[in-house]
Structures are given as C-alpha cells and as structure tokens.
C-alpha cells in the first residue's frame, strides 16, 4: 500500500536542505528536521517538546520572537530576517518564513517554520556593497573625469567630481541627458556615429582631443571608452584624462630638443670652419717655410748655374761643329736651363713682390696668352676653342702674374694631352658666392684628367702628377695664391680619362654687367 500523505510529507520535510520545524500551539517543538539538526546542532530527540526561546532564540532577540509569534497567530503567516543561535553559541543570519496549520474547525493544528541559512549570502552582499564603496570612492575620487552612459539610449547616467570641475557644468545639468546634447561632446566623442561604433566594438579611444569647457577654455584630453554588462543592463564608462599640461611639457621638450640640434648644428658648423681655418694656418705656414727655405736654395743655385752656364756657352762657342766633344755640351745646356727655370719658379713662389695693379679686360688677355703659346700647341696637335663673351666686366690685376697664371694652365691642359686634343677657353660674366659681380673663366682639356684621389693634393706645393723630371710641382701652388691675392678663387673639376677643367672667378669693377646664367 502506498503511504498516507501525511507521511510522504514527513519524509519530504526531513530530507529538505533548509531547516524545518513544527511547533505547538503553544510554541513547543513538535517536529524537527534532519536540515534543522544540522543548522543549529541539536538533535531531534534534543529539540523536541521544547520551546525555541530555550534553543535557538538569542537573549536580545526574546522580545522580537514574542512579537512575531503573535503576528504570526493573527495573520496566519510572516516572512523576516534575523539572527539565530546555534548549540555551540554561534549566530547565524536566517531567512524566516512562518505559517499557521488549521484544522478543519478553523484551530491552530501547529505552527510550521522554515529557516534557510543565508550566511554566503550575506557575505555575497557585503562584499558587493564593500566593493560598490570602494567603486564609489574612486569615483568620486579620480584625478581623471569619469561618464557613465547608458548603454542603449546614450544619457548619462552619472558623472564624477573631476569631470564636473573641469566641464563647469553642474551634475544636475548633465545626468539624463544624452551625451551629444552636451556643448563640449557634440562634435567628438559622442556623435551619433561614434557611439554606435562604440556599442558595436565595445572599445573606443582618443588619444589627443580638444575639449572645450563651458567657460570657453579648450583642455587637451585623452578618452577611453569601454562598454559592458551592470547586471542586466548594458553601460558605457569614459575615462578622460586631461593631457594638457602634459603636451604642454612634450612641445617644450620638442622646442628644446629642436634648439639643441640646431645649436648643434651651428657647433658642427664652427668645427668644421675652425677645423678648415687650422688646415688653412697650418697650410699657411707650411708654404711660408717652403716659401723661405726654396728662396734660400734658389739663390744658393743661382750664381753656379749662371757660371756653369756661362762655360758652357764659352766651350760650345770654342768647338768646332763636328768635334766630337760638343755633344757632352749640348746634353749639359738644356739641363742647365731646365734648373734655371725651375730656380725662377721657386724664386716666383717664394717672393711676394708688390703688384703693378691696373684696370684689364680678361678677354684681351686671355686672347693675348693664347697667342703667345699658339705655337707650342699647334706643334702637339692641340686645337684650341674659345668661347668669350663679347662685352666682359673690367677687372682690378696685375697683368704680369694673371699672364703666368694663364699660361701656367695652358701648359698643364697641354701636358695633359700627350697625342693631341681640344682645349676650349670660356669666359663669361658671373658672380662670387657673396652676389659680387665678376668673371669667370674655364679652361677645358679632352686630356686624361686626374684621379678623384690626388684632386686635394693638387694644391700643394711639390706635388705633382706628371711623370718624373717633367714638373716641378708648383705651378698650381702658384696659380692659386696669385688667385687669391686677386680676391678671386680657383677649381678644379676633373675625373680620370674624362679631362679636366679648371675654373677662375676674379671680381669684377664694373657691376653694371649682366650676370650670365
């Protein structure tokens, strides 16, 4: 037979997890669950034909039991929290529901009660609500400006101090309004599009934003925007942080860093224009002591190749033409005046003669030299082209040295070109590097040109790249100083096998000239 219900609630009640009791009307314990037992520690055998006042009830909590069990006869049920004591003496907190059993004449049968231990949930909601205190305090906290939006509709649902001051809008003029209602968010964060870009990928920052406050000041900030789940609801929270001060200090830094280069710069500059003066000193010097030592050897040689030149023109002039001892002679003459010519080239390096300075038009002696050496490069196959304007501005020189600087590079051109070639003779109004007027004149050989290498060494004195006992060394040494002493400048534009060309720029007196492009 299956059992009465009676029993099957029984069994029910003793194997539910809460605790469950019955009591009397007179408030003795009359039943007492397995849930029970193990809630408060007693047994049922213990509990029973107890009162709970004797078992469970806290001392300071007689008085709300009493009142409670009252209520309870009067409406038939309750529902409460409160503190319950356990055998060993502790309390626990208890979720309470309480209902009157009648019989069919309408007496209290007894009085069942359920009390569900709700110690984790306690613990849960104070966690939460230390956990929401400590949200709040950094909120409300911050040194960076916090919103909290709405997920959906987009109004602002609360707005920390920060944010406040530095908007300059009250709180009650920002909660429940929709972000892009507010002045400083219209055209930035929260456009229309913006915040649906934001629902849709949950994550939106900006590093560097201008925000304008109510007052008209604009701040410099960075937002960060994160949207997520409160419970059931979905919000958006804005970090903005204000960066002013910050790209204030980076454009300072970026100033300094920029006066620091440039600063560094100009230093380079000055190096590299002291470390030219010092090779310009130290070149100075070196062609004064050559200068010095080539005037005292020149004139050491002077008076024994004048003697040794003098006998030999008296032995040669004593021989007859087929004497057989005039051959030793003829070799010894061209020698000597070899080293004749080369002591003048040191007594002209070394000497500073005053200058015969006078008013010359450059392409009347430019077509002078040429002349005077036409002879000498016919004879090696040279053709010459000359390309001069036909009106020139007027110089201030020294005829004489401005000649041997001529033919100086008219000889080296032609030594250049062993079987022949071109050497073309430009002239042309121009300009120093300062804007002054001038003239330029290029003197262009088809010759084997100069290795990149020797190009610095050109310049100085005894260097030569003409094969042995066919230079001295010194013409280009020479050349440049007359230049220079003239306020003028000398190039050499050269590459091996591709000719060379060396330009002269002298100032000019006559600055109505047009300048040639």
Not at 361 to 388: A, M, P, W
Request: glycine share 6%; aromatic share 6%.
């Amino acid at each position: 037979m299956l059992p009465d219900n009676t029993a099957i609630a029984i069994e029910l009640l003793d194997n539910f997890p809460d605790a469950m009791m019955a009591l009397s009307p007179k408030g003795t314990v009359v039943y007492w669950n397995k849930g029970a037992e193990n809630a408060f520690g007693y047994s049922r055998d213990e509990a029973m034909g107890r009162e709970l006042t004797q078992l469970i009830i806290p001392a300071e909590r007689l008085a709300e039991e009493l009142r409670l069990f009252n209520e309870v006869m009067e409406s038939g049920h309750s529902t409460f929290e409160s503190l319950r004591k356990r055998k060993d003496g502790a309390l626990i907190p208890v979720d309470i529901s309480t209902r009157v059993i009648r019989d069919a004449e309408g007496s209290v049968k007894y009085i069942l009660s359920s009390k569900k231990d709700i110690t984790y949930r306690k613990l849960v909601e104070e966690a939460l609500q230390g956990s929401e205190l400590r949200y709040r305090r950094l909120f409300e906290s911050a040194y960076d400006g916090i919103l909290i939006l709405d997920g959906d509709s987009g109004q602002i649902v609360d707005v920390n101090p920060y944010l406040i001051e530095m908007l300059g809008f009250s709180k009650e003029q920002l909660v429940g309004k929709q972000l892009w209602e507010i002045g400083p968010f219209g055209d930035i964060l929260a456009s229309k599009v913006a915040f649906t870009e934001l629902r849709q990928q949950g994550y939106i920052r900006y590093d560097n934003l201008p925000l304008e406050s109510r007052d008209g000041q604009v701040r410099h900030v960075e937002v960060v925007s994160n949207s997520y789940l409160a419970g059931q609801s979905r919000v958006i929270q804005c970090n903005i942080r204000d960066i002013t001060d910050r790209r204030l200090t980076e454009e300072d830094l970026r100033q300094t860093n920029q006066r620091l280069e440039r600063a560094l710069a100009e230093l380079l500059t000055k190096t590299q224009e002291l470390a030219f003066m010092t090779q310009q000193l130290w070149q100075a010097s070196k062609l004064a002591t050559m200068g010095e030592l080539a005037a005292s050897v020149a004139h050491e040689l002077n008076n024994p190749l004048a003697t040794i030149s003098l006998y030999v023109e008296m032995l040669l002039g004593q021989l007859a033409s087929d004497d057989p001892n005039r051959r030793p002679l003829l070799v010894i003459e061209p020698e000597v005046e070899r080293m004749a010519t080369l002591v003048s080239n040191l007594l002209l390096f070394s000497r500073r003669s005053n200058k015969q300075i006078s008013t010359l038009n450059l392409g009347e002696e430019l077509t002078n030299s040429l002349d005077f050496i036409q002879y000498h490069l016919r004879s090696r196959n040279i053709d010459i082209v000359k390309d001069c304007a036909a009106v020139l501005p007027t110089v201030q020189a020294d005829r004489q040295q401005l000649h041997h600087v001529f033919l100086n590079l008219i000889t080296n051109a032609s030594d250049a070109m062993p079987n022949g070639g071109t050497l073309t003779v430009r002239s042309r109004g121009g300009a120093m590097a300062g804007g002054e007027p001038a003239v330029v004149i290029d003197f262009s050989d088809t010759g084997i040109g100069v290795h990149t290498d020797d190009l610095p060494k050109l310049w100085e004195p005894f260097f030569t790249t003409k094969p042995e006992g066919k230079g001295t060394g010194l013409g280009l040494a020479i050349c440049r100083r007359t230049v220079e002493e003239h306020r003028g400048t000398i190039e050499i534009e050269t590459a091996s096998g591709k000719g060379t060309t060396v330009r002269i720029t002298i100032p000019a007196t006559d600055e109505s000239i047009e300048v040639a492009e």
